[in-house]
């Protein structure tokens, strides 16, 4: 795991933007995994003015999101297809075609996810998956469990997880309570990560993702058995890792 922590959340974005840019610049028909939440928009910020500046091309790139709440219709300004029209792809030329996000409306979440693993694999896999971390220290939709869920399935979210994304919704009844997210094994299968974390309230899932035991009741500790990892945090999220780690650029493993 390389760990970079940077002195604000627009650095954060900028930093991984940076990254993005390298395997977009390498690979012109990379395939992209992608999140949504608040934390990747300085990211796709950064992106978009790359892409509008100096004319980083998307047009050939593949994206995957990561999840999408169960019984949203793209449409839906709640939803993470809309998030994700919004914040990145209408500033990029990327072609719709090749923007993939689970259908939160469709009728069968297994077959759904079964379609959503076979389509990832037919573009090749995953070149650069980019991930946010919830409180619980979930990624993607994954919560704490007993086990580690492998592919793309259906989730019943936490409590913590309602309430936490409860801010983007009139009120707290509003959340849906299922998702269809990318599994463990979906997310481990990718050849880059890279994690993103900023604020003091992900602190400990930060330290619970970097230095604690690697477990299914905080999912983001399996990314330490990944080969290629980096963790980019502003220095709130990074406030309860060890001194030895905080404050610099820093390779620890
Ligand atoms: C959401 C998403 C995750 C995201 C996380 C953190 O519920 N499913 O992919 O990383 O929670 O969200 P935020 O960045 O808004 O804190």
């Known amino acids: 795991m390389r760990i970079i922590i940077t002195d604000s959340y627009e650095e954060m974005g900028m930093e991984a933007a940076n990254i993005v840019a390298g395997q977009i610049y390498l690979k012109p028909n990379s395939v992209l995994g992608l999140a949504t939440g608040s934390t990747p928009v300085s990211m796709y910020q950064r992106l978009a003015a790359v892409h509008k500046t100096v004319g980083l091309d998307f047009s050939e790139v593949t994206t995957f999101n990561l999840d999408e709440y169960i019984g949203m219709s793209p449409e839906n300004p709640q939803s993470y297809h809309y998030f994700m029209q919004e914040n990145f792809f209408k500033h990029i030329n990327i072609n719709q075609d ?6 939160g409306m469709a009728e069968d ?3 759904e996810g079964e379609r959503y693993e076979r389509l990832i694999e037919a573009k090749g ?4 998956q980019v991930l946010g ?3 619980n220290a979930h990624i993607g939709f994954n919560e704490p469990d007993i086990k580690f869920a492998a592919t793309t399935h259906k989730v019943a979210l936490d409590d913590e997880t309602i309430q936490a994304n409860s801010r983007f919704f009139a ?3 509003d959340v849906p309570r299922y998702a269809i997210s990318m599994g463990i094994k979906t997310i481990m299968m990718a050849e880059h990560v890279i994690l993103l974390a900023n604020g003091k309230n992900k602190a400990e899932a930060v330290y619970k993702a970097v230095c604690g035991d690697v477990t299914p009741e905080a999912p983001a500790s399996i990314l330490q058995l990944h080969r290629d990892v980096v963790v980019i945090v502003d220095k709130e999220a990074a406030s309860r890792l ?3 780690i905080r404050g610099i650029h820093i390779v620890k493993k």
């Open 98 to 103: 090749n923007v993939f996000i689970p259908d």
């Open 109 to 111: 979440m297994i077959e």
């Open 125 to 128: 896999g995953i070149d650069l």
């Open 133 to 135: 971390i919830g409180q």
């Open 171 to 173: 009120s707290v009844k």
């Open 242 to 244: 060890p001194a030895a």
